[in-house]
């Protein structure tokens, strides 16, 4: 715990302007940042009397080994940078709401030239309208069923729009008139682009005119005595009013709104959006958030804002931002959103009528949220804990393993090894710091030895990041050897004593390979942002018995760690090997301590064992014209279509390559050369009726440098037996 007095800046150091400061720890993780009208003032608040502070801004700031701050001219400014920096650096003490579900939007991708109406989650892409967030995908699935019948849209996937376009042939939908099908041509790009803007508009909540037209039509066809384009059109209108029907008015004069209300305790906070689009609820979305600091509800709501509009801009904004408690100051924040918007927004607390009394509503499913939340929340977190420290007491740990990492091998009878790792913090999974990678310092089947090269390459890349910070004062040995600028370390994997040969079969491997293909973000080299091994863990979990655990000791004490412990879970009896421990240790099966861990193997098995097959899959779609450089994948397909199969390319001429639309013949001479270089596949086999199968039925082919593996005979179970 470090003294708030030890990195306090001198006086006169801090500006009397407005800025963004950053408190970081000891690693030079970014843990808070903040905005303030006068940094001075702001920041003088956090180095009084400990006594005086809250509980968790205390925690805060005898967390935080140092304070930085940027100047910035305006307060609006502050409010923006604030936004930038709390994203990029996902500070642990700043209020961050979660959402209590992946709400559901209904999308349009305008940005297609045949536009498709579909359910999308997660975030939100250039060029495509969106409409909610909806509470349920099955009610977007009715409501678009309804519209279809006026709106018929392309709801089908790339992949049957281009199989019906090849034959010929729409889907259902086509043929019973919920979809114009412009995959045979029924309709023109610019026709179907228009209906897609037609139903844009009626989401959008421009339904008056729209009906008001069909309810002409139905009249001058009836006039005219089409009596069943009439019957069409009348249904058509009972369509839509259905349509309407499900989102109920709200507000009588059509106004386009955002309702915030915010219900909270002393430890925690549950925010309610209500999205009012022409007078109707079109969506609604809630968050919940640990208060980390002390902090008002304005502030709540600030916060809130940021992440409702961070990312939106135009009518994406609306007019009208209603919330329970303004901001302190409000301008900033108002010009900020009539910035975004790019026209005048108002933010105001409703003080009467309609709009009053449905934020009664939003404030009351605010309070049902915060509730439901802590309900579930105290099983959880009970649950958790006693999970963890069942599992400090077993292994003997100073404290609980607040962070555990668990690693697992996995390849098919020796082909494609891959290595995971994945992390639990506080007993739940932390999915944005999962690790893969590929072994690459020998071939071949040898878990122990996968496990010890896996477990090198993560702690070396924890020991570089951890000098390169400076946490380690120069000169100072910490029994690890001094890494090189590329993040390797010289010597480490031969050098003599560190009971490890080298093997003359291991391929070369730079810095990049150490990383793996890793997902995630990349190593950045300004401090403070999320990395990929800054972390240590307080446990090691390997998937296996006492050979894998020795391996992973072994690893650690060869790097000179010793404040990490390890522990191996093995399959067989669920038993619980340590190093350099002759018997296992055994949980109860009923231990909350056994479940947890089972947890964490059992991820880590699925992430591994998911990475090893999307490799296998590539090896088995990889072709000889993968090897041609500067040969892409319109071209590849264009051979391919051309030729009908690689086995036919293989055997042309490069005058009759040449004829290929886009291949010259300096390409044609490298394609003729790279196919005459690679060794045709052998036949496949089909398991099912024992037919041999040439390319032209489908079967992959492969080049001398990634053979194929050979079909099994076995059943689809035997199959996935084979694999670890």
């Known amino acids: ?8 800046p001198r006086p006169g150091e801090i500006p009397d302007s407005p800025g963004v400061y950053r408190f970081r720890d000891e690693h030079r993780r970014v843990i808070y940042v903040g905005k303030a009208k006068s940094l001075r003032q702001r920041l003088a608040n956090y180095f009084q009397d400990l006594a005086n502070l809250h509980p968790r801004t205390r925690t805060m700031v005898t967390t935080a080994a140092s304070v930085e701050w940027t100047v910035v001219s305006t307060e609006v400014e502050a409010l923006q940078l604030e936004y930038s920096w709390i994203k990029e650096y996902d500070p642990r003490f700043n209020v961050k709401y979660r959402d209590d579900k992946s709400y559901p939007y209904l999308a349009v991708t305008m940005n297609e030239e045949f536009p498709r109406v579909q359910v999308m989650r997660g975030h939100k892409k250039k060029g495509v309208r969106y409409f909610g967030p909806y509470g349920h995908a099955w009610a977007i699935r009715d409501t678009v069923d309804l519209l279809l019948r006026v709106f018929p849209v392309r709801t089908c996937s790339a992949g049957v729009f281009k199989n019906a376009a090849r034959t010929g042939r729409p889907c259902l939908l086509g043929y019973i008139g919920k979809c114009s099908a412009p995959c045979v041509e029924r309709i023109s790009a610019e026709d179907h682009q228009e209906l897609a803007e037609e139903f844009c508009d009626f989401m959008a909540g421009r339904t008056g005119t729209y009906l008001r037209r069909l309810e002409r039509k139905m009249g001058e066809a009836a006039e005219d005595m089409e009596y069943e384009r009439a019957a069409r059109l009348r249904d058509d209108i009972g369509a839509l009013r259905k349509a309407m029907e499900k989102s109920a008015v709200v507000l009588a004069d059509a106004t386009d709104a955002d309702l915030i209300a915010v219900a909270e305790d002393e430890l925690e906070a549950a925010v309610q959006i209500f999205h009012v689009r022409g007078g ?27 992440q409702l509009y961070g990312e939106e801009s135009g009518d994406a904004v609306p007019k009208e931002v209603l919330v329970p408690a303004l901001p302190e100051p409000v301008e900033p924040v108002q010009q900020w959103l009539t910035d975004r918007r790019g026209s005048g927004v108002s933010l105001r607390i409703p003080q009467r009528g309609d709009k009053k009394a449905l934020m009664e509503t939003v404030q009351r499913n605010a309070q049902q ?26 292994l ?19 082909d494609d090894v891959v290595a995971s790792m994945v992390v639990f913090e506080d007993g739940l999974a932390r999915k944005s710091e999962y690790r893969r990678f590929q072994i ?7 878990d122990v030895r996968s496990m010890h090269e896996v477990i090198t390459r993560r702690f070396r ?5 951890k000098e390169r910070t400076g946490e380690w004062a120069d000169g100072e040995d910490d029994g690890a050897t001094t890494a090189t600028t590329d993040g390797e370390t010289p010597g480490r994997d031969a050098a003599p004593g560190n009971g490890t040969a080298p093997d003359p079969h291991a391929t070369p491997r730079d810095a990049a390979d150490d990383l793996a293909l890793a997902d995630g973000p990349a190593l950045k080299d300004d401090d403070g942002r999320p990395k990929r091994f800054a972390y240590p863990p307080q446990l090691v979990v390997v998937d296996g018995g006492q050979p894998q655990v020795a391996a992973a000791q072994r690893a650690l004490d060869e790097l000179g760690i010793d404040d990490i412990a390890v522990c ?4 067989r009896l669920e038993e619980v090997w340590l190093p350099r421990e002759d018997d296992p240790v055994v949980l109860p099966r009923t231990s909350e301590g056994l479940y947890l861990l089972q947890r964490v193997r059992d991820e880590a098995h699925r992430f591994a064992i998911t990475y090893q097959r999307t490799k296998r899959a590539k090896r088995f779609r990889s072709s000889p014209l993968d090897e041609v450089p500067g040969l892409g994948e319109t071209r590849k397909q264009a051979l391919i279509k051309h030729f009908g199969s690689v086995k036919k390319l293989r055997s042309a001429t490069i005058d009759q390559i040449c004829e290929v639309p886009g291949i010259g013949r300096k390409t044609a001479e490298t394609v003729a050369v790279a196919l005459a270089r690679a060794t045709p596949a052998a036949p496949a086999v089909n398991t099912a009726t024992g ?3 040439d390319d032209e039925d489908g079967a992959p082919e492969t080049t001398a440098d990634a053979p194929g593996e050979p079909v099994s005979a076995g059943t689809p179970d035997e199959r996935r037996g084979q694999e670890r």
């Open 1 to 8: 715990m470090a003294d708030p007095s030890s990195y306090r």
């Open 461 to 465: 890349r924890y020991l570089a990041e």
């Open 369 to 394: 949220a915060l509730v439901l939340h802590k309900t579930k929340r105290a099983s959880d977190l009970t649950t958790r804990s006693r999970a963890l420290e069942e599992i400090a007491d077993a």
């Open 691 to 693: 037919e041999i199968m």
């Open 568 to 571: 191996g879970l093995a399959k």
């Open 280 to 306: 109707r609820v079109r969506g609604q979305r809630g968050w919940v958030t640990d208060k980390v600091e002390e902090i008002t509800t304005g502030a709540l709501v600030e916060h809130a804002l940021q």
């Open 396 to 414: 003997d740990l100073d404290s609980a393993p607040l962070r555990i990492e668990c690693y697992d091998i996995s390849h098919l009878q020796g």
């Open 440 to 446: 690459k310092g020998f071939r071949g089947q040898d």
